[in-house]
């Protein structure tokens, strides 16, 4: 049987993967909608090459260049954020959610109401909407897979395990390219440094959140959504190889890890198949080359996003929206040369101390605490900047 799919995100690092597996099998999917925010050659070439029936781009103004490039072709064009909302409900029974920031949020909601299964790698929407997102998928009946590797371990440690059972689940962490770097050396890091990740290819906000960790701290949000043992039973282990992905510590004290190679196409494919299992062209794990496996305490002196995060999840509301915004703000912020590495965690805390907003109880409310939190960063940053 042929199963339906859709990819948000399609021409990102995520999106991307995901269409490297399909390639391999193309008679077992069908492809409903590929979406971009700008890339508009690259989303036209996926969309031919898999016989997309539709493509959206994000930026309206991209909505008649899109048009002339799928021109003959058979597959429609459509732009803008309605349109990314719409095209959730265009029949797909798999979705891979791979927009990157809180602009996934509502295209990503739409998603998971629809039904189906919905694959979820933008984490961002649910540190920001967490609760709202994870009742709206109890309410649609979605299966929610997690794609973040981190979280796919622990769905896959879990294994149909009642969560009352569970003692401690323990979130890896890589540690970044900086991990062993003081403050003081962290201070005149560049863009190129910080993007280049010692273990993972990933696009580029997310390797600036690894190289701050405040990656390893959205996932802890993330997985307090995912796997609500409370906030208590879920600790952060620095292991500098990336293979061990994550465990899960079961009352009985008996430990379950998932391990591989870092690739994402391994995360992405057990989402992909399901509850099957599909082979993958991943490298096979060689743990007798490897050799051995580090472990080391996280240190929130050196990285005070850790800090920050557990703190906005332990607040809830609408903290962890405000501190995901005013990161979004200071990351993009960074990328451009704008502000110094250092910065983006002291925004970030300018931010969460100066800006509040209500406990959101819809969508609206929690883009307009995001709004909201982007206006402040913007504001301690040019105070920064002057
Ligand atoms: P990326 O930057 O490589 O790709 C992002 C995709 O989102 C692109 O297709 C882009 O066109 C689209 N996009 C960006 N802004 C948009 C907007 N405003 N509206 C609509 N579409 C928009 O990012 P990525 O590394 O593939 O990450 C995607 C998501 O997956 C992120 O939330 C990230 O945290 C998560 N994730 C990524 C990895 C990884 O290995 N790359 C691992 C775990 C989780
Ligand atoms: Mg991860």
New binding site residues.
């Given amino acids: 049987m042929t199963r339906k799919v859709s990819i ?10 995901t269409l490297d597996l399909i390639r391999r099998d193309r008679d077992a999917y069908d492809v409903v909608a590929l ?5 508009l050659d690259s ?1 036209a070439a996926l969309a031919r090459e898999t016989g997309a029936k539709v493509a959206v781009i ?2 309206e103004r991209l909505y008649g260049a899109l048009k002339e490039a799928l021109a003959g072709t058979g597959i429609e064009a459509a732009a803008g ?1 309605q349109a ?1 909302v719409d095209v959730a409900g265009a029949g797909a029974d798999w979705t891979m959610a ?4 809180c ?2 949020l509502r ?1 990503t909601m739409a998603a998971l109401k629809a039904g189906g299964t919905v694959a979820l ?5 649910l540190v920001s909407a967490g609760g709202l997102m994870m009742a709206a998928a109890g309410v649609a009946g979605t299966t929610l897979l997690p ?3 981190e979280h796919n371990a622990i769905f896959q440690c879990l294994a149909g395990s009642r969560l009352e059972d569970v003692a401690r689940i323990t979130l890896t962490a890589s540690g970044g390219p900086f991990r062993t770097r003081s403050r003081a050396e962290m201070a005149n890091i560049t863009p190129a440094q910080a993007v280049a990740h010692p273990n ?8 600036v ?1 690894s190289a701050t960790m405040m ?1 390893k701290g ?1 996932e802890l949000i993330e997985a307090a959504h995912l796997f609500p043992v409370g906030l208590d039973r879920i600790e952060i282990l620095v292991h500098p190889q990336s293979v061990i992905h994550s465990m899960v510590e079961y009352r009985d004290r008996s430990t379950l890890a998932q391990l591989g190679s870092p690739d ?1 196409r391994i ?1 992405i494919a057990h989402a992909l198949a399901w509850p099957q299992r599909i082979a993958t062209p991943c490298l096979p794990l060689d743990l007798a080359r490897i050799g051995r496996l580090d472990f080391e305490a996280p240190d929130e002196d050196r990285f005070p996003a850790l800090r920050l995060t557990r703190e906005a999840a332990a607040a809830g509301g609408a903290v962890p929206a405000i501190l995901n915004a005013a990161n979004e703000v200071a990351v993009a912020a960074f990328l451009s040369g704008a502000i110094g590495f250092l910065d983006i965690a002291m925004i970030v805390e300018e931010v969460l101390t100066r800006y509040s907003a209500p406990m959101p109880s819809t969508i609206d409310d929690v883009l307009a605490a995001d709004a909201g939190a982007r206006a402040m960063a913007g504001d301690v940053m040019e105070r920064l900047t002057v």
Wanted: no cysteine; proline share 4%.
């Fill in positions: 948000f995100g399609a021409t990102g690092s995520v999106g991307q993967s979406t971009a925010n700008s890339e989303l994000g930026q954020e990314l791979a927009i990157v920031g602009a996934g295209p790698a933008n984490k961002e929407s794609v973040d590797s993972w290819s990933m696009g580029a906000k997310i390797s959140d990656n959205l994402m995360p």
